[in-house]
């Protein structure tokens, strides 16, 4: 089993910045990859980013050149830095970790006034 706990979230005008931490405990050491999804009221669940154990990274194609993936000192902390935030990326944020199956954390609000 893995735990995921998030945290950063807030609200935030437009053009701003935030940044999302996500601490994984539990059965750690096989986690192949961590990431970020993210779903708005009324909208399916899509990715924001992800990153793999090898450090490749992977994002949406909304936040690339705005967010940036990246892990810790330790290898169960990822964060999301998001910078030029737009109002089209309020939603809740869930961390997420791959490691046979799929970790979810409880999410948190990201809220962009325009």
């Known amino acids: 089993q893995v735990q995921l706990v998030e945290s950063g979230g807030g609200l935030v005008q437009a053009g701003g910045s935030l940044r999302l931490s996500c601490e994984a405990s539990?059965?750690?050491?096989?986690?192949?990859?961590m990431g970020w999804y993210r779903q708005a009221p009324g909208k399916q669940r899509e990715l924001v980013a992800a990153i793999i154990r090898g450090g490749s990274t992977n994002y949406a194609d909304s936040v690339k050149g705005r967010f940036t993936i990246s892990r810790g000192s330790a290898v169960n902390t990822v964060y999301l830095q998001m910078n030029s935030l737009k109002p089209e990326d309020t939603a809740v944020y869930y961390c997420?970790?791959?490691?046979?199956?799929?970790?979810w954390g409880r999410g948190t609000q990201v809220t962009v006034s325009s």
């Open positions: 539990g059965r750690i050491f096989s986690i192949s990859s």
């Open positions: 997420n970790a791959q490691q046979g199956g799929m970790y």
